[in-house]
């Protein structure tokens, strides 16, 4: 088994003509680079090197060596960095309305183009996206949040919309009941100060932190939800003589440079975001 340090020493002689060069090359000492072409000498079983001119050159064994020794390198380099590729992920938090339909474009060409790279997609709420991305564990987020929070790389305008069964209307119950993402969720804020400033009763009817789940339970007229206005279905209406709601907005904010890969990303998800949410 040949020491792959011996080749690189050995193919540093033969490329600088100098013991002493060769070490400055691969960050050793003459005599360091001394013994160890004597221990390959020895494991061949012949010598390698010429040393009787001006410059070391290479013994009719060692041209034979040469060529191989530079193949073994490379492979050892492609093998490394393929490796390195494929243990370092790029994590990506994106909202529900994202995650299916729209994204899967834009990942399937990231692939086709990063193909040792490993996507690993989190979808969630936006402030869990959040604190996920806070404490580490993503590179790339896409998350709702308050208008002007942060130094996101882009933002865009989420307008909100109160929105109802056009089949079953829950708007004229009272209490009137409310269709929300858990207590953390942005857009349940939003709807219970709204309400309460209007002095209008509610209560909490149907609690899910799936986008989809809650869209069906307005659709069937379980209660009245406050939703981007955009992912109106349309079998629901959107109430527009209600109280009026602060837009939120979709902002993406990236992590420590992962080079190409995630610049590369980020950009193709800056495209998609213009083409669904518009001007930024």
Same mark, same amino acid.
């Not at 005599?31 to 010429?50: F, N, V, Y």
């Not at 790279?117 to 709420?125: I, T, Y």
């Not at 604190?131 to 002007?148: C, I, N, P, Y």
């Not at 080079?259 to 998800?269: I, M, T, V, W, Y």
């Given at each position: 088994?040949?020491?792959?340090?011996?080749l690189?020493? @050995?193919?540093?002689? #033969?490329?600088?003509g100098? @013991?002493?060069?060769?070490?400055?090359?691969?960050?050793?000492?003459?005599?360091?680079?001394?013994?160890?072409?004597?221990r390959?000498?020895?494991?061949?079983?012949?010598? &390698? %090197?010429?040393?009787?001119?001006?410059?070391?050159?290479?013994?009719v /064994?060692?041209?034979? #060596?040469?060529?191989?020794?530079?193949?073994? &390198?490379?492979?050892?380099?492609?093998a !490394?960095?393929?490796?390195?590729?494929?243990?370092?992920?790029?994590?990506?938090?994106?909202?529900?309305?994202?995650?299916?339909?729209?994204?899967?474009?834009?990942? /399937? /060409?990231f692939?086709?183009?990063?193909?040792?790279v490993? #996507?690993?997609?989190?979808?969630? &709420?936006?402030?869990?996206?959040?604190?996920s991305?806070?404490?580490?564990? %993503?590179?790339?987020?896409?998350?709702?949040?308050?208008?002007?929070?942060?130094d996101?790389?882009?933002?865009?305008?989420?307008?909100l919309?109160?929105?109802?069964?056009r089949?079953?209307?829950?708007?004229?119950?009272?209490?009137?009941?409310?269709?929300?993402?858990?207590?953390?969720?942005?857009?349940?804020?939003?709807?219970?100060?709204?309400?309460?400033?209007?002095?209008?009763r509610?209560?909490? /009817?149907?609690?899910?932190?799936?986008?989809?789940? #809650?869209?069906?339970?307005?659709?069937? =007229?379980?209660g009245?939800?406050?939703?981007?206005?955009?992912?109106?279905?349309?079998?629901?209406?959107?109430?527009?003589?209600?109280?009026?709601?602060?837009?939120?907005?979709?902002?993406?904010?990236?992590?420590?440079?992962? !080079?190409?890969?995630?610049? =590369?990303?980020?950009?193709?998800?800056?495209?998609?975001?213009?083409?669904?949410?518009?001007?930024?």
């Amino acid at each position: 088994m040949l020491d792959p340090q011996l080749l690189r020493s @050995f193919v540093a002689i #033969l490329e600088t003509g100098s @013991f002493t060069r060769a070490g400055e090359r691969v960050h050793l000492t003459q005599s360091t680079i001394s013994q160890q072409m004597r221990r390959l000498e020895q494991q061949l079983g012949c010598p &390698l %090197l010429d040393r009787s001119g001006r410059t070391v050159v290479a013994t009719v /064994a060692g041209e034979k #060596l040469l060529g191989l020794a530079r193949r073994i &390198l490379a492979l050892l380099a492609q093998a !490394g960095e393929r490796v390195s590729e494929a243990s370092q992920p790029l994590r990506i938090g994106v909202p529900e309305d994202f995650v299916a339909g729209v994204m899967a474009p834009v990942l /399937a /060409a990231f692939a086709r183009q990063y193909p040792m790279v490993r #996507l690993e997609v989190q979808s969630g &709420l936006s402030h869990e996206l959040w604190r996920s991305f806070e404490e580490g564990g %993503l590179d790339l987020a896409l998350v709702k949040q308050a208008r002007g929070q942060g130094d996101p790389v882009a933002r865009w305008r989420e307008p909100l919309a109160w929105v109802d069964s056009r089949d079953w209307p829950a708007c004229g119950r009272d209490p009137v009941p409310l269709v929300v993402f858990p207590s953390e969720g942005l857009y349940r804020r939003q709807l219970t100060e709204a309400l309460d400033a209007k002095g209008l009763r509610w209560h909490i /009817a149907y609690v899910s932190a799936s986008l989809a789940s #809650l869209q069906g339970a307005v659709s069937a =007229g379980i209660g009245v939800s406050l939703l981007p206005a955009r992912l109106l279905l349309p079998d629901q209406v959107a109430l527009t003589d209600w109280p009026q709601v602060r837009s939120v907005e979709l902002a993406l904010h990236l992590g420590m440079d992962k !080079g190409e890969p995630l610049e =590369g990303l980020s950009q193709a998800l800056i495209r998609l975001c213009d083409e669904v949410m518009g001007p930024r």
